[in-house]
């Protein structure tokens, strides 16, 4: 079920599509590029041991510059070309295609507004490759490409867990440990009035836990490891998710027009409720 803005948006949006345009092909490119990386790096490796041991501070900063670039470049119009084109083909389209009411697709033509286009796995192999290099640099070859490897994998893990939160619910989702709860995490999202606050990671609910940026009032684990259950959504925001739910008359192409009161209960999201987020 959707509202009619919606149906309207995505009838237009299916309708630009270009006729070249492939999407079995362009995540054929995606992990076939990604993969081959990932394998030619570790044929390079010799005798890497230690070095594993920097995928984990790579992993943790890189769900970190997830949550920043979501929260602060995708969800923040900055007028600067590359910028401005990433918030426009994020907040502008693809969060009027999906919403927390209906957010699955139908065909591979629609990958075209799940995954993103092939310039992003350039961009992040460039700068994979200069960290990488520096890594090298600091330490050793293996370093190098350990960290590259490490890059190129979680980016294959958040097309992943992106396509999985936006295919029709299945066995698979439901029950797969993280992938279930990404998916919750990431349609509550996708509600029209908290999608510009709340539930920025895309992989791992890590930062947004540290950041206070979740819709779930609960630990580390307890975010981990969540799954489909609404038990612990925060009280101060039920309101406002069923009133956009399926109300998008104070919806814009730019977000939820708020009233006073439900932008004060949103500032409370934030940083001061870190601490007591961790503590239980």
């Not at 995928?55 to 670039?69: C, Q, T």
């Not at 084109?85 to 065909?107: N, W």
């Not at 925060?234 to 309101?239: A, G, T, V």
Request: proline residues 3%; glycine residues 8%.
């Amino acid at each position: 079920m959707m509202t009619e803005r919606q149906r309207q948006f995505r009838e237009q949006y299916k309708a630009d599509i270009s006729p070249l345009y492939n999407g079995l092909l362009h995540i054929a490119v995606i992990y076939g590029v990604g993969a081959a990386a990932i394998w030619y790096c570790t044929g390079q490796m010799r005798y890497a041991g230690w070095e594993w041991l920097l995928a984990l501070p790579v992993f943790i900063a890189g769900n970190f510059v997830e949550w920043f670039m979501h929260r602060h470049v995708m969800h923040r119009r900055i007028d600067v070309f590359a910028l401005r084109a990433i918030y426009e083909r994020h907040t502008r389209q693809h969060h009027q295609y999906f919403t927390d009411l209906e957010p699955t697709i139908d065909s591979t033509r629609e990958f075209r507004i799940v995954f993103f286009p092939w310039r992003v796995l350039i961009t992040l192999g460039v700068g994979g490759l200069a960290l990488g290099w520096l890594a090298a640099q600091v330490f050793n070859a293996n370093a190098g490409y350990v960290v590259f490897v490490t890059m190129v994998a979680q980016y294959l893990v958040y097309e992943t867990f992106h396509y999985c939160c936006h295919v029709h619910d299945n066995w698979f989702v439901r029950h797969t440990p993280f992938i279930n709860t990404i998916r919750r995490h990431h349609t509550a999202h996708h509600n029209m009035g908290i999608m510009m606050k709340y539930n920025m990671n895309l992989t791992f609910p890590i930062a947004d836990w540290f950041m206070g940026t979740t819709d779930l009032r609960r630990g580390l684990l307890g975010h981990l490891f969540n799954g489909y259950s609404e038990k612990h959504v925060k009280q101060e925001l039920k309101p406002i998710i069923a009133k956009f739910r399926d109300d998008h008359s104070r919806v814009t192409l730019d977000g939820p027009q708020l009233t006073f009161q439900e932008e004060s209960v949103m500032v409370g999201g934030g940083r001061n409720e870190t601490c007591a987020m961790r503590a239980q």
